[in-house]
């Protein structure tokens, strides 16, 4: 029965068997999907800024790269964070503190380090074109922009586990909707994701609605796995919503009415992105699955790889014509991705333990990743 439609008798209990085989596969490659969809995004966005549009089918594609998939990776890494860590958890206090403990290692603590990296580079160093510099991080402040309090942090797409890290801390909340209003606990907080921010797609809200849906799925006993019957409708949807936002700076400017727009795409664009993570061609890759193992290497390190690219790029040829920008929209998004992908190989490999403490995981799973 629909999940929404009923709840059993004392809430949602926690999950006693592992994830499906065919879930976990589809999980594991959406790691690097979605790594990658975030690199391309930074990779192409200095068209429009630095470079102006070649006409109008440029600046459609580029927005609806960038505002449609790409701002899809950020929900769909909290609803499957949320299905992995709530769908056997049980909190005592003490198993918490060790929660969190966990967190603040495996997120927290590369969190810091490549934050710390580029704030001792712009200080001892200099800037880098399109990320930052020594002014910079004075204006802000070493340790604001080191902790990403009340700013983005240095490295600012970081900005995702600071809020993740954030989300991690309430889940004694979650696991008390589980129990007593599961249906409502969801409601509230979808509730809550529109009115938090009006004029923003995101917020911790939203971030929590995602986190808890992502649970509640798999402690609701849904067959995630059986998505073939959605794909009819689904993704033709998709494909239509996807060209509505890449028509937005032509069909609105009231920030409010975009946004709350950009949520209901985003209920939309997580499920087309499940459904199609379910193709043989995605789920079945073996350079995927390859690659999703230095996903967060890739994360971590990928601004400002990015920005540096974008630079030489822009010193040796300014492109010209649609062709010619769309080709430049993806080119530093890509060298990046095999770059950090094949730097991730190598540290791994010759030096494991270092490895491991730049991503927050124990030496055992990173050297069988790569």
């Known amino acids: ?90 909190l005592t206090p003490a198993g918490y503190a060790q929660l969190m403990g966990r967190k603040l290692y495996s997120i927290g603590l590369p969190f810091l380090i490549f934050n710390a990296i580029w704030i001792a580079w712009f200080l001892w160093v200099g800037s880098i074109a399109q990320f930052g510099g020594r002014s910079y991080i004075l204006e802000a402040g070493i340790l604001p922009k080191l902790l990403g309090y009340d700013t983005s942090p240095v490295n600012y797409p970081l900005w995702f586990l600071r809020e993740l890290l ?89 920030v409010v009415v975009y946004a709350m727009g950009k949520r209901f795409y985003q209920m939309l664009g997580v499920v087309a992105l499940w459904c199609l993570s379910r193709q043989p061609w995605i789920m079945g890759s073996g350079l995927l699955h390859r690659m999703a193992g230095a996903s967060f290497f890739i994360f971590l390190t990928h601004e400002p790889t990015v920005s540096i ?14 062709a010619a920008q769309l080709v430049a929209f993806v080119l530093p998004g890509l060298a990046a991705l095999i770059l950090l992908y094949w730097l991730a190989r190598g540290l791994s490999r010759f030096t494991p333990k270092l490895y491991a403490v730049l991503t927050g995981a124990p030496l055992r799973k990173r050297r069988a990743t790569c």
């Open 1 to 90: 029965m629909c999940l929404f439609l009923s709840s059993p008798p004392g809430g949602f209990a926690p999950c006693r068997g592992p994830v499906e085989a065919g879930v976990s596969a589809r999980i594991d490659v959406l790691r690097i999907v979605l790594i990658g969809l975030i690199v391309l995004c930074h990779g192409g966005r200095y068209l429009g800024v630095l470079v102006p549009f070649d006409g109008p089918v440029v600046q459609f594609a580029a927005t609806a790269f960038n505002r449609g998939p790409a701002c899809l990776a950020v929900p769909l890494f909290f609803a499957i964070s949320g299905y992995l860590l709530l769908r056997k958890l049980e």
């Open 166 to 254: 954030k989300v991690f801390a309430v889940t004694p909340v979650f696991l008390l909707f589980f129990r007593r209003l599961p249906r409502a606990g969801l409601a509230l907080l979808f509730v809550l994701w529109f009115v938090e921010r009006p004029a923003d797609e995101y917020g911790f809200c939203g971030f929590a609605f995602w986190f808890y849906c992502g649970g509640l799925l798999a402690r609701s006993g849904l067959d995630l796995g059986d998505t073939a019957r959605l794909d009819r409708w689904v993704l033709p949807l998709f494909v239509l919503a996807t060209a509505v936002v890449g028509l937005a700076p032509w069909l609105t400017q009231d």
């Open 309 to 322: 690219l974008q630079t030489r790029l822009l010193a040796a040829w300014v492109p010209q014509g649609p």
